[in-house]
Structures are given as C-alpha cells and as structure tokens.
C-alpha cells in the first residue's frame, strides 16, 4: 500500500502557481520524497525529490515540514502542459521499487 | 537522446493467448522495472532487474508472468494464457544505480494490452 496521502483532484489558473500537498506521517527516518507525474497517455516522468531539506530544480520546488510527515510540490509559473496526474512517493534511497498511489489530477485553466 | 522504448504500443489478444512485450532500457542503466497500470490506477510494481539478475519478482500477479533479461538490457515480459484482468498498460523503467543520477526511473511510453 501506499504510505502517501494526496487529494485526489486539483485546479489551478495558468501562469498561477500550482501547489500540491503530501502527507507521508508513517514516513521512516531514512525514506526519501519523490514527485513523479504522469502525462494522459505516457509514462511517469520523475520531477524531484528530497529526504529533509527543501530542493529546486528547473521544473519545481520541494516544500518538506520539519516533522518530514508532509511535503508540498510547488510549480511556479503552472502552464496548460502541466496538467497531468501526480504521485508523491516515498521510499528508501537507492534502486527501489516505486509504491504509486491515485495521486492528484492537477489540472491547468487557461 | 533515446529514452525507454517499449514494443509494441498496443497488442489486442484473445483469452488464452501467449503475449510477449518488449523493452530497451536506456544504455547503460543497470536496474530495470516493470509495472502494470489498470484503467484510473496508479502503476504497480511487478519486477526488477539489477543487470540480467532478477532481484525481485514479489509483484508478478500469477505464475503465468514471466519476465527475463539475459543479457543485462533487453527484457521480455511475458504473459502466458492470457485473461481478461491483464489487460492494463505495462511500462517499462530502467535507472542508472547511481547517487548522482538521484536514482531516477525513465519510463517507458508503455504497452497497452487489451485481451478479449
């Protein structure tokens, strides 16, 4: 089962930010957050991840609360391509399987 | 560059029938993944690959799957006798075991199996 808890649909108005929440409270000391989304009709694609400090790349940022139980996705500048399913994850460090959930249905208003 | 490709994307087979889906992870990538994706569901975990050695096969849904890669890169899953409760998307994932590349999955676009 999935040790994640995410609302099952968002909306968001393009060129807003996009924020998506997570809630992992079982999640262990050596687990990390991952972000994967899914696009209709594609694989997933990975967007970031982190185990207790807050990342940026060049697609999104990672919000994770100092408890580490929860965790918020950021897009900043959401655009139409954005709508998508997302999946927070969480898992051990290396090469492990990934535990998907139903993810939030993040959809982009133009 | 190339990524993940599956083959082929869509494979129509009557109950009964033996499926064979393929995957070319990308080169290099150790560890491989497959998944199995119902209708409106996340994917599941099925079995991975560290090389040709298969590390884990605690997904396979019934001892009809079977999946191999023999030579470290290509891997077959195949899908004896196959039922109506197959039919999903099977995607593919490979990774690179390294810390650098944040161990990563690059999936596949997937094999959309419909059995009638």
């Known amino acids: 089962d999935a040790k994640t808890t995410q609302p099952p649909s968002m909306d968001c108005a393009e060129g807003r930010a996009a924020n998506l929440p997570c809630n992992h409270s079982?999640?262990?000391?050596?687990?990390?957050v991952y972000w994967y989304r899914q696009i209709h009709s594609q694989g997933p694609q990975y967007i970031i991840h982190g185990l207790k400090n807050n990342e940026t790349n060049e697609m999104a940022s990672l919000i994770i609360t100092e408890d580490r139980k929860s965790s918020t996705l950021i897009l900043p500048h959401a655009t139409l391509r954005d709508t998508a399913v997302y999946y927070c994850i969480v898992t051990p460090g290396g090469a492990q399987k990934l535990v998907f959930g139903q993810g939030t249905r993040l959809t982009i208003n133009p | 560059g190339a990524g993940v490709s599956q083959s082929p994307r869509y494979k129509v087979a009557k109950r009964g029938q033996d499926v064979a889906l393929r995957c070319d992870p990308i080169s290099g990538h150790v560890s491989l993944f497959w998944y199995q994706q119902a209708l409106g569901q996340g994917p599941e975990f099925l079995t991975y690959?560290?090389?040709?050695?298969?590390?884990?096969k605690s997904g396979l849904p019934s001892d009809r799957f079977f999946a191999e890669r023999p030579e470290g890169s290509v891997s077959t899953l195949k899908i004896q006798r196959t039922q109506q409760e197959d039919s999903a998307v099977y995607l593919c994932?490979?990774?690179?075991?390294?810390?650098?590349?944040?161990?990563?999955?690059?999936f596949g676009p997937g094999t959309r199996l419909t059995v009638t």
């Open positions: 690959f560290q090389n040709e050695a298969q590390l884990d």
């Open positions: 079982t999640i262990s000391g050596n687990e990390y």
């Open positions: 994932a490979s990774s690179l075991e390294s810390w650098r590349s944040s161990y990563e999955q690059y």
